[in-house]
């Protein structure tokens, strides 16, 4: 969510009962400011928040060139000094995945160790069989935020547009889905690099255009049923919450440019979907 | 060399001429012209001043074009249906208008101050908005206008896939809700004298299954059932009171893992079978969550002093106010979770608060039916389950799967001495509680899901049961092979082949009794 309309926009996305206390958002007024000034990015997004036991994380994203490919994500405890997160690699996200269990603690310095789990899963020595290294929550919470904006960060059809060099760009002229548009979930889209678009078939492909269908749309998620789109706040907001990761909350204003996603939950991918559907 | 210059001239303009010409040709499909279309572009961008003008022609371009379109449109136009926003905003128009004031100016209206209650979640980091909440407000007023309460609290809000519910916990004055009941009851009568015709004029085989014996409900303002719930999906939307909920109803939202859909009346569709639709699986979690969740400082509750002083403590099931209550330094609250207690009572794994034994219950049944069968052995008396007694502080709440029942936060660290201190659930995600000098308040705003810690493992269905024992006259055996079977007949013969021999000397023996008994007879 864009730092600049943050104040405006949050309480669009508060449906899920989470917000910021008023501290907290006059800290961030400041200190993203430097931020962006800081890192000489072109745009700062306050990503959301994850939940600690002990503390909580605040993550902040600043954007470059490249809308998609141009980021970086940096974390804060307080909302005003600011780290950044280290680079994730596959390997990282799968080892974060193999051994970093349960809530986030809110130390970033915290180890999980491959060895902690392995006494006490017991049955899963096929697991602890393969190399694995102790993660730290800084790790892990850079992976994590990784996998969100890989698997759920959404945006409206042409929010966005590819150049003919494939940069990707904010689309000046976009004005808004109208009311129609926007009750239809494949007029969203997710903001990562495209995966199933090319195994469309020909005739699917000639109803898009080229500079703003690069992205997958909503609907053809493998999973159905893992997004809730509903209309709040008298029915002008169309809002969009993600059941895979709980916590995520997409809101757009149809008709306006007005978008953006936020992301304040406890961190844990929803595995037990399938039953609860 | 004038000459040659205008008639150079001429040139140029003949050329711009025949140019123009062909802009102005208009096109054979849309009946426009490029000449046209330029001029309109440009005004438009002279008009709007675009930043990088040239970057976004394209779409200018387009929309010029577009707008076009839409001004050759008939002027006779459909009336546009009114939209799901215009219906809302019709409905919700009923909020904002004020009753007769001077009537209800007195009187104590139970109406909670969802006010205040915005304005110290928000200090928290917690809210559905101001704006949301103001709604919610006048909506919880709506509710109290019409229905009689005693007491009337702003729950939560539980959030579904196409809608969610507000959820409002009530509690109804004295003797205005048993007419309900008894309807209840009067139908569940009728349907069991229908049942019995049916029997009559067609009777079935009977099952030799007994279903076990059900725990009986709660009554009214008592365990779980103590406060009555009324939810609605959308503040100016009409609030629906929620069925009260029974023992089976919480032991099977207990094994089960499902999202709310918004519909009331949608079915539940899970293994083990939940009783009843959405609204019973609702007021379930709201019974499940307000049983885990619901605390409040230390001191602000005691126990009731009732005549019967001789009761155990565990017994005790009521508290009230304790007017003394001086409030709890916040350092204290924001530290140590034994300064926070649980206030409402512990749900036992029978689904209920207060433990019933049902053997004594199957007992009576049995003595009705005596005669049919013999009695059974005398059931051992089970062990009554006991919860944790009320007023328990949070401290001593069991962990799950090595995460903290609990957190513990203040609501600022740059001014401690004005911050609130509250606790998050991490047991019940979205449920939190505050506590400011005397004021306390609980809320859940979440899925209605309880936090695992681990993959849901989902109830196996019982192994079938067997139809017939199993011996080895109907298992499957290996096929002989020939040498096997040839060794078989071998020993067979054998046998047969001693056993005719034996034959023949018995039959010897037998022949000369008869002969004896022969000469018996004739002497």
Redesign the interface.
């Known amino acids: 969510m864009d730092a600049s309309s943050l104040f405006s926009s949050l309480d669009l996305v508060c449906g899920n009962g989470l917000s910021l206390s008023s501290e907290q958002r006059a800290a961030l007024q400041t200190s993203m400011i430097i931020l962006k000034s800081h890192y000489r990015f072109n745009r700062v997004l306050l990503w959301g928040k994850i939940l600690g036991i002990k503390h909580d994380y605040f993550i902040a994203q600043g954007v470059g060139e490249d809308e998609i490919k141009d980021k970086k994500c940096l974390y804060s405890m307080n909302c005003m000094d600011w780290h950044l997160l280290p680079q994730v690699t596959e390997a990282m996200v799968a080892n974060v995945a193999a051994v970093a269990k349960g809530r986030f603690l809110g130390d970033p310095s915290h180890q999980y160790d491959p060895a902690e789990i392995r006494r006490q899963g017991g049955g899963d020595a096929a697991v602890g069989e393969n190399v694995m290294m102790k993660v730290s929550e800084e790790n892990r919470l850079a992976a994590t935020v990784f996998t969100i904006d890989k698997e759920v960060a959404v945006v409206p059809r042409g929010a966005y547009i590819r150049s003919p060099h494939g940069n990707v760009q904010t689309n000046p002229s976009f004005q808004g889905l109208n009311p129609t548009e926007a009750a239809k979930l494949n007029n969203y889209m997710h903001f990562s690099e495209a995966k199933t678009l090319k195994k469309k078939s020909i005739l699917e492909m000639a109803d898009l255009n080229p500079a703003i269908d690069f992205l997958d749309v909503l609907s053809d998620d493998v999973l159905k049923g893992s997004w809730s789109l509903q209309f709040e706040h008298g029915s002008k907001v169309c809002v969009i919450r993600s059941l895979l990761w709980f916590g995520l909350t997409f809101y757009h204003v149809p008709g306006t440019s007005q978008h953006g996603y936020i992301y304040m939950g406890d961190g844990l991918k929803t595995l037990d979907l399938p039953f609860m559907l | 060399m004038e000459r040659s210059v205008e008639s150079r001239d001429d040139q140029r303009r003949q050329t711009a001429v025949c140019f123009k010409a062909f802009l102005l040709k208009k096109s054979t499909k849309t009946n426009l012209n490029l000449y046209d279309h330029l001029v309109r572009l440009l005004i438009r961008v002279m008009n709007e001043r ?3 003008a040239v ?2 022609i394209e ?2 371009s387009h ?1 010029v074009k577009r707008s076009m379109l839409q001004e050759k449109q008939s002027t006779l136009k459909d009336a546009p249906d009114a ?3 215009e ?3 019709e409905q ?1 128009r009923a909020l904002f208008s004020r009753g007769d004031e001077g009537a209800h100016d007195e009187i104590e209206t139970p109406l909670p101050n969802v006010t205040e209650l915005t304005y110290f979640l ?11 909440m103001q709604r919610i407000l006048l909506a919880l007023k709506q509710l109290v206008d019409m229905q009689p309460l005693e007491r009337c609290r702003f729950w ?2 539980i ?6 519910y507000i959820v409002a916990e009530v509690e109804v004055r004295d003797g205005e809700d048993e007419e309900e009941e008894e309807v209840e009851t009067m139908h569940a009568k009728e349907k069991e004298g229908e049942a019995q015709e049916e029997d009559e004029l067609d009777p079935f085989p009977k099952s030799s299954f007994k279903p076990p014996t059900t725990i009986p409900k709660e009554p009214r303002r008592s365990g779980t059932n103590k406060f009555t719930y009324f939810v609605c999906r959308e503040p100016g939307l009409p609030w629906v009171r929620l069925p009260d909920v029974t023992p089976a109803q919480i032991t099977v939202a207990r094994k ?4 709310f859909t918004g519909r009331l009346d949608a079915p539940i569709v899970s293994y083990p079978p939940f009783p009843g639709n959405e609204a019973n699986y609702l007021r379930a979690q709201i019974a499940r969550i307000s049983a885990g969740t619901q605390v409040s400082p230390l001191g602000f509750y005691q126990f009731r002093e009732e005549e019967g002083e001789e009761e155990e403590e565990g017994a005790r099931d009521s508290v009230e106010e304790n007017p003394d209550f001086e409030g709890m330094p916040m350092q204290e609250m924001a530290e140590s979770l034994s300064a926070w207690v649980h206030h409402i009572q512990h749900i036992l794994l029978q689904g209920r608060c207060a433990w019933v034994n049902l053997a004594e219950k199957t007992e009576d049944l049995l003595e009705e039916d005596m005669d049919e069968e013999e009695k059974e052995e005398e059931p051992d008396e089970p062990e009554p389950e006991v919860g944790p007694p009320l007023l328990t502080p949070l401290s001593e709440d069991a962990e799950v ?4 029942p609990w ?1 513990t936060r203040i ?4 001014i401690s001495q004005y911050a609130i201190a509250f606790v ?1 659930s ?1 047991l019940w ?2 449920a939190y509680a505050y506590v400011c000098g005397k004021k306390f308040e609980n809320i859940y ?3 209605g ?1 309880k ?6 493992n ?1 109830a196996l269905p019982p192994s079938p049961q067997p139809e017939y024992p199993s011996g080895p006259e109907i298992t499957e055996e290996i096929d002989p092979s020939v040498q096997e079977e040839e060794a078989l007949r071998e020993a067979q013969e054998e046998k047969e082949a001693a056993l005719e021999g034996n034959d023949a000397l018995e039959a010897e023996d037998e022949e000369e009794e008869e002969e004896g008994e022969e000469d018996d007879e004739e002497n």
């Open positions: 675009p930043e990088n970057d976004v779409d200018l929309e939209t799901s926003a219906l809302l905003a919700q928000e200090q928290i980091g917690v809210g559905l908005g101001r704006e949301e939560g809000k959030l579904g896939i196409e809608g969610n089960i893992r499902k999202l799967n090595n995460t903290i957190s609501s600022s660290n740059l998050r991490n995600p979205g705003i979440g899925w899901l936090f695992l810690g681990e993959g849901f989902p």
